[in-house]
């Protein structure tokens, strides 16, 4: 690993005393393949998800992408594009996570249901990822809940351990969706102004993101962790993934697995949240330390134009 050394000798004695700052992390999390909208546009899911991997793989990041299987059937049948979407993912090396099969929500069900949703969302990426000689070892929960009660928590930790799932943290969360959401409006209306407006604001909001959580873990951690950044399979990142990345790499950022990431102790941090929020690790830790609401101060908001547009608030 790189590292930026700077060296003081001490001419009294052989006394080298070095501080040491760690090298800018981060790993790239795409949730919700194969899609998120347009459910029956079956050549956009296609084009998003080939742009997203070719500049995945262009760029050199060994990304991981968060299955829900229940797009992969359509009118109850296995659909052959959208499996081979998910495929194309691990024929590149890239890693796959289960995302549960439907996307539902953990505090609108109970634990059986919840588990159930596991294992049903399991099947055909499992089956895709031994074909290439990997396996599944994550799992991401939808709208980032663990669970509105500490037995809930509890209950859903257990299970994820004993079937052999690493629970897949968030540092870097934010409105990407918002985004996604206008970009893809303006798209469908023929709107290229408006497209490249919502574009340009989305890759200044998500540096600025990037800053406010590197700030925040900063004052944590006294230094810089691994950060792990949640954006999802939408016609934004297919258009604006190389944008987004060399901007990530301009402040400093390599590109590093999630097993990479999730060896830094700072994922071994107690997290004693319990309630409905969907909030990252990094709010997790905060809380369970007591912090004070200065200690969040700061956060960047998505541009009031950008949620007029589509009508989302933040
Ligand atoms: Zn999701």
Redesign the pocket.
Known sequence: MLRILLSVICWAGITTITFSQAQKQMVVTV??LPY?TNKEDTLQHIYINENIVRHLVDYKVPAIG?V?ESKLFVNGRLSDPEVKNIDLWASNGLELGN?TFS?FDYNQLTTQEFFDEIKRGERITKSILTNYGQRMQYF?H??LHRGDTREKVDSLASYLKDNGYTEAPVTIDNSEYIFASAYRKADQAGDDDMKEKVAKSYLTYMVEKTRYYESISGKMFERNIPQILLI?DNLLNADYLPKLLDLFKAEGYEFISLTQALKDKAYQSEDKYVGKGGITWLHRWAITQKRPPEFYQGEPKCPEFVQEYVGISE
């Open positions: 949730d919700d998120i968060f829900n995302h996307h991401r939808p709208f999802h």
